[in-house]
Each structure stands twice: as structure tokens, then as C-alpha cells.
């Protein structure tokens, strides 16, 4: 290998990279195809954030007390009817639970899941918990579609979760009682969670070396559009059904405007599958304008170029390849960690609106999901001038810092925690979009699916604890900010132990990502003590 060069410039790893490479720039690298498929998976992606905080309106509790024949209810601390009992018949000394029901404030809202089913007072714990149970569909269809999308296509399992999350969601909107809406809402979840996966993949294993960071950043960007969406649908539409059926119809569009896309020809290679790549190459080199390509391509030679050894088995790769090695172990472990720490703050930062009393909960809104566009805009710009290493632990720490110094402000004080708290949300997000940009490069071709989304898997985790720990703020207002700030920063010591990806080409085998750990490795041990140890690939 050449000197210090790294993956894919110099020596043996040149070829391969060469040809994967090659054959975009072939069929034209960035042209018209390219953005097209992007607009069309921006579609998809702009409505994720809209179901992920979709409860900060379907749930809102509003003000409300018990229904009383007499129009008297003891009062509470703050001289208000109190919410969970009324007076026993016409006695003003004794009280009773809410036994017929509750009244409630419907002035800025027609309805939602706590109006329509009462989940208050005693049952308000359910509001929390279906948000949970979403954040489990999440994490469940992070590992199941990944894996899918690693042995059945990209392409594939991407119409499917299209298909599934406008049918489920509409499921949940129609929903006669709060167990089948939350059935429905956590099947959505995990529908959202694979079309986020592969179509990110499938974009960017379309997507040339020099513009893979544009890309990463600006899908992200359109990712935190969701929250921006959220406000405008809840804004128009106050009856949480049809809030809910609004933001599941786009998906049903994405799903009838996807069927032309060609699957990812890098999967199609390494699976060997060279008559459908050559079919989607021609399509691409058609598309982008690129006439001569459709002559020069041929089945030959893309057998010739990818013959057995070259690609040394991987279609056979399964996810236990990602636990048989010491680098790829070591991948896992820090992307999950890095995820489950960021998103689990993130979450709690973005769904207590409680968090800011006497604010309106739409402006709120507003404010926490603009502020992640300009922070998620930067990455891409910071993770080409300074690596991807540098930005993550950078966003990390400095959103940490935020999060932590927020603790301290009393609420009489109150515009400038919420300053702090959405300055450190927005470095949250930003954290986010690096580490899915570090992801997609640091796994290989034959397992980058199911990598990511086993890593993806544990950061939505951290999002399924999120609500729960914050139900604990009323009796301990220290434990969620104290316990999500220090996470965040244990985790940024993992960040050390990844491969700095910038300007190198994707690994598309189990050799190439193991060979850029190694000499990330061999560089941090080479610092101190200016020498070179061997570094076993078994465990």
C-alpha cells in the first residue's frame, strides 16, 4: 500500500474501490438520476419527525376536572378545581374519584387520545407509555429491516416499509380503542424506521465519494423538516384522527413514485446479481444522459471485474459476521453506544414541552425543530474540513455542556433554559447526522444494512427510555437531564476508537472495513510509543 494514503488510493484496495467508483462516474456520477431519487426520497423522510413528536399534539393533555352535578370541586396548590377528584354528592368535605368522567378545555384543541379515552389522572401514565411503544416499533424494525434489506435488496424492503407505514398509520387514525391504536402506532414505528434505514442506504450507495457527506447532511436536514411539518398539520387540523391520517399520506404518494428506482448496484454486485446491476446501470447512464455507457457496459465485464476473488464470498456474509471479528465488534459497540447516548437526549429534549411552562406549546415547537436545520445544514461543511471523528466528539461535548449547564438556572429564569436546552438540541441532531454519515462508511456493503441498523436499533432504544425517564421529573427533576447529559459524554470517548472515513470510498467487503480499523488502530498506538502492534483479527 502506498504512503499513508489510506482505502482505495493506493496499492491492492485501489482496484476494487476503482470499479465500484468507476462505474458511477461511468454512468455519469452526480447527474439528474441522482437528484431525482433524492427528491423522491426527501418526500419520505420529511414526514419522519412529524410521527416521532406526532404525540406532542395527539396526546397534549388539556386543562380539565371531574364532571360534578354541582359545579363544585376542592381546589388544588394552585387554587385551581382540582383534576382527579370532586366532592362525594352534595358533602364539601369529602371527596371521591372522577367517576363520571372529566370536562375538558376544548378551546384551542378538538380532540385527542387523552379527551377520547381519559387517559388522566390515574391512566396518565399511558400517555407516555404509547409514545414508548412507538419508539419500540423503531427499535424493532431497525434490526428486522435492516437484515432484510441485506439479503432481499434495498429497493425492496423500502417500497415494503412505504407500503406499511402509510397502511398502519392509517390503521391507528381509524382506531376504535387505545390498544389497537397503539398496536397500529408501533408497526407504523417500525415501518418508518426501515424506509429511513434503506432509503438512506439506497441513496447514498448511488451517490459518489465527493458528494456523500452533501448527501448524508442534507437528508438530515430534510429529516428535522418533520418537526417544522408538525406544527403547520396540528396547527390546521385540531382533531388528533385527522392529524394522524395527514401525516401518514405521504407515504402512501412515496409508495405509487418509487417503483421505477433501480435497486443499489453495489448490493447487486456483491450478490452477484450482474444482470440486474447492468439493467439498473443503463437505466442510471439513461437517465443522466450519458448515451455511451449503455454501449460500453456488458455483463463480461462487470463478471471481469468482480470475479470470486475479488469479492471473497461476502454474498454469503450474515449479521454473526459483525460479532466474529475484533474491528467489526469494535464498530458495533461505539456506533450503538454513540447512537443509544445522543438519541435517548435527544428525545428528551424534543418531546417535554412540559419542560417549558407557560409557553406556548406551538411556538415551542417551532423553536425546538428549527433549531436542528442550520445545526444538521454545518455538518456536512465541518465533516469534510475537519473529519467526521472531529465534528461528532465536537457536537457531542459541546451539546453535552449546554444540556448540563441548563441544570443550574432557576425558573424564574425561564427564556434562558430554554435557550440552553434548544442550543443543545440542536447539537444533538447535528451529533446524530454525523454518526449516520460515520455508519454508512464504516460498514461494509455486505453487512452495512444490517450493521446500521443494529446500531440503529439501540439509539432508538434511547428513545424508547427517553419518555420514561422523564415521567420520573416531577419527583426527581435532577435525574433525567443529569442521567442524559453524563451518557452523552461517556460516549464521546468511543469516537477514538472509529475510522476517520473523509474522502475514502465505501468498504465493500468484511476485509476492507477491517482494514481501516486496523489503521486507525495501529495510528493511536503508534502516538505514544512510536511503534507497531499486532493486532489479532479473531477474537
Known amino acids: ?6 482505502l482505495g488510493e493506493e496499492g ?17 456520477g452526480w447527474g439528474h438520476f441522482q437528484v431525482v431519487h433524492v427528491a423522491i426520497v426527501s418526500v419520505s423522510f420529511a414526514f419522519v419527525s412529524t410521527h416521532s413528536f406526532l404525540q406532542n399534539f395527539t396526546a397534549s393533555i ?22 382527579c377528584h370532586r366532592f362525594r354528592g352534595n358533602a364539601t368535605n ?47 424494525g431497525a434490526i428486522v429491516f435492516g437484515g432484510l434489506a441485506d439479503r432481499l435488496g434495498r429497493r425492496t424492503i423500502f417500497l415494503w416499509c412505504l407500503f406499511q407505514t402509510a397502511s398502519l398509520n392509517t390503521g391507528a387514525a381509524l382506531a376504535p380503542s387505545f390498544s389497537i391504536y397503539c398496536i397500529c402506532r408501533c408497526l407504523t414505528g417500525s415501518g418508518m424506521s426501515g424506509l429511513v434505514l434503506n432509503g438512506m442506504g439506497l441513496v447514498l450507495e448511488w451517490t459518489t465519494p465527493s458528494h456523500r457527506a452533501m448527501v448524508s447532511g442534507f437528508l438530515s436536514f430534510v429529516l428535522s423538516l418533520g418537526q417544522l411539518n408538525l406544527v403547520i398539520l396540528a396547527f390546521g387540523l385540531r382533531h388528533w384522527r385527522h392529524l394522524q391520517l395527514a401525516a401518514g ?15 443499489s448496484v453495489r448490493w447487486l454486485m456483491v450478490r452477484k446479481r450482474f444482470s440486474g446491476a447492468l439493467r ?36 454469503g456474509s450474515s449479521v454473526l459476521d459483525l460479532f466474529r471479528s475484533r474491528e467489526m465488534l469494535a464498530i458495533l459497540a461505539c456506533t450503538m453506544g454513540i447512537w443509544f447516548s445522543v438519541a435517548s437526549a435527544f428525545y428528551s429534549l424534543a418531546l417535554d414541552l412540559q419542560r417549558f411552562p407557560g409557553e406556548d406549546p406551538y411556538l415551542v415547537q417551532i423553536v425546538l425543530g428549527s433549531i436542528d436545520l442550520p445545526f444538521r445544514l454545518m455538518v456536512p461543511k465541518l465533516a469534510n474540513c475537519l473529519g467526521r471523528k472531529l465534528t461528532l466528539s465536537s457536537c457531542m461535548m459541546l451539546g453535552t455542556g449546554l444540556f448540563l449547564g441548563a441544570i443550574p438556572v432557576p425558573h424564574e429564569l425561564g427564556r434562558l433554559r ?20 460515520v455508519a454508512t462508511e464504516v460498514f ?70 477491517q482494514s481501516q480499523v486496523r489503521r486507525c488502530w495501529s495510528r493511536l498506538l503508534r502516538k505514544p510509543w512510536q511503534g507497531t502492534l499486532p493486532l489479532q483479527t479473531k477474537l
Not at 62 to 83: E, K, T, V, Y
Not at 284 to 297: C, E, F, K, T, Y
Not at 423 to 430: C, E, R
Open 444 to 513: 461494509p456493503t455486505s453487512l452495512r444494512m444490517t450493521g446500521m441498523g443494529v446500531s440503529n436499533m439501540v439509539g432508538y432504544l434511547g428513545g424508547m427510555v427517553a419518555p420514561l425517564v422523564l415521567l420520573a421529573g416531577p419527583m426527581l427533576p435532577l435525574l433525567p437531564p443529569m442521567l442524559f447529559g453524563t451518557t452523552v459524554l461517556a460516549a464521546g470517548i468511543l469516537v477514538v476508537f472509529l475510522p476517520e472515513t473523509r474522502g475514502l470510498p465505501l468498504p465493500d467487503t468484511l476485509e476492507q472495513a
Open 280 to 315: 439498473s446501470l443503463k437505466l442510471v447512464s439513461w437517465i443522466n444522459g450519458v448515451p455511451a455507457a449503455r454501449v460500453q457496459l456488458s455483463l463480461e465485464m462487470l463478471e471481469a471485474d468482480y470475479s470470486e476473488e475479488e469479492v471473497g464470498g461476502t454474498p
Open 249 to 263: 399520506a405521504p407515504y402512501a404518494l412515496c409508495f405509487l413514485c418509487s417503483w421505477w428506482l433501480p435497486e
Open 62 to 83: 388539556p386543562d380539565h376536572h371531574c364532571r360534578s352535578p354541582g359545579n363544585l370541586w376542592p381546589l388544588d396548590a394552585q387554587g385551581q378545581p382540582d383534576r
Open 12 to 28: 491492492g484496495p485501489r482496484r476494487k474501490a476503482k470499479g465500484l467508483g468507476g462505474l458511477l462516474e461511468r454512468v455519469g
Open 418 to 437: 430554554m435557550g440552553l436546552c434548544v442550543l443543545s438540541k440542536g447539537f444533538m441532531s447535528a451529533s446524530l447526522s454525523c454518526n449516520i454519515l
Open 94 to 140: 369529602e371527596t371521591e374519584t372522577c367517576v363520571e368522567g372529566w370536562v375538558y378545555n376544548l378551546t384551542t384543541i378538538q380532540s385527542t387520545i387523552v379527551t377520547e379515552w381519559d387517559l388522566v389522572c390515574s391512566l396518565k401514565s399511558l400517555q407516555g407509555v404509547a409514545q414508548s411503544i412507538y419508539m419500540a416499533g423503531v427499535f424493532l
Open 1 to 6: 500500500m502506498g504512503k499513508g494514503r489510506g
